[in-house]
T-cell receptor, first 110, second 114 residues
Framework: AQSVSQHNHHVILSEAASLELGCNYSYGGTVNLFWYVQYPGQHLQLLLK??????LVKGIKGFEAEFIKSKFSFNLRKPSVQWSDTAEYFCAVRDNDMRFGAGTRLTVKP | ETGVTQSPTHLIKTRGQQVTLRCSSQ?????VSWYQQALGQGPQFIFQ???????GRGNFPPRFSGLQFPNYSSELNVNALELDDSALYLC?????????????FGSGTRLTVV
């Protein structure tokens, strides 16, 4: 069965800093990878997804992620974070069902 | 296009009781998945329903059960509640059971067991 690990439990950044959140998965088949964001008190929202093709995926709100097959990784990046990016970020892999990592809490200081 | 709606939003139950949570899937979606999100953790897969049949199950005991109705709405039932069942329960829908489709999530039901 597939599984996902997120390395950072809590990340604190100042506005305009660059962001990279780690995600590694373990699954032997064709992977479908996702990043979701959960703002305080809100539902999970899709940031971006990877199915195939270009391993660099662009998402909403300036986020991007790179699929590196040899490293089983799908790290999330943003060149310059804003205070409004403060949220919980979840990496997920889907085969028949979707499995999530434990999440990374991002706090952006104004 | 309506999103995924869950009810109730908050619920307090006593240990040993039974609870039913409800989910209305997004219009056009026939697959519903349920997740348990404990505080500070990622969502844990409970089970999925596709066209009214269970289509996969995570590592949850049989006292967690579900239903899907002809209109694709769904219920999650939990019997003999335990304190550790306290969590946010999320429902997600998609337009099929295929792996390439992303989910639309509801805002969840916050269950507190005392």
């Amino acid at each position: 069965a597939q599984s996902v690990s997120q390395h950072n439990h809590h990340v604190i950044l100042s506005e305009a800093a660059s962001l990279e959140l780690g995600c590694n998965y373990s699954y032997g088949g064709t992977v479908n990878l996702f990043w979701y964001v959960q703002y305080p008190g809100q539902h999970l929202q899709l940031l971006l997804k990877y199915f195939s093709g270009d391993p660099l995926v662009k998402g909403i709100k300036g986020f991007e992620a790179e699929f590196i097959k040899s490293k089983f990784s799908f790290n999330l990046r943003k060149p310059s974070v804003q205070w409004s990016d403060t949220a919980e970020y979840f990496c997920a892999v889907r085969d028949n069902d979707m499995r999530f990592g434990a999440g990374t809490r991002l706090t952006v200081k104004p | 296009e309506t999103g995924v709606t869950q009810s109730p939003t908050h619920l307090i139950k006593t240990r040993g009781q039974q609870v039913t949570l409800r989910c209305s899937s997004q219009s056009g979606h026939n697959t519903v998945s349920w997740y348990q999100q404990a505080l500070g953790q990622g969502p844990q897969f409970i089970f999925q329903y596709y066209r009214e049949e269970e289509n996969g199950r995570g590592n949850f005991p049989p006292r967690f059960s579900g239903l899907q109705f002809p209109n694709y709405s769904s219920e999650l039932n939990v019997n003999a509640l335990e304190l550790d069942d306290s969590a946010l329960y999320l429902c997600a829908s998609s337009s099929s059971a295929g792996p390439r489709l992303s989910y639309t999530f509801g805002s969840g039901t916050r269950l507190t067991v005392v």
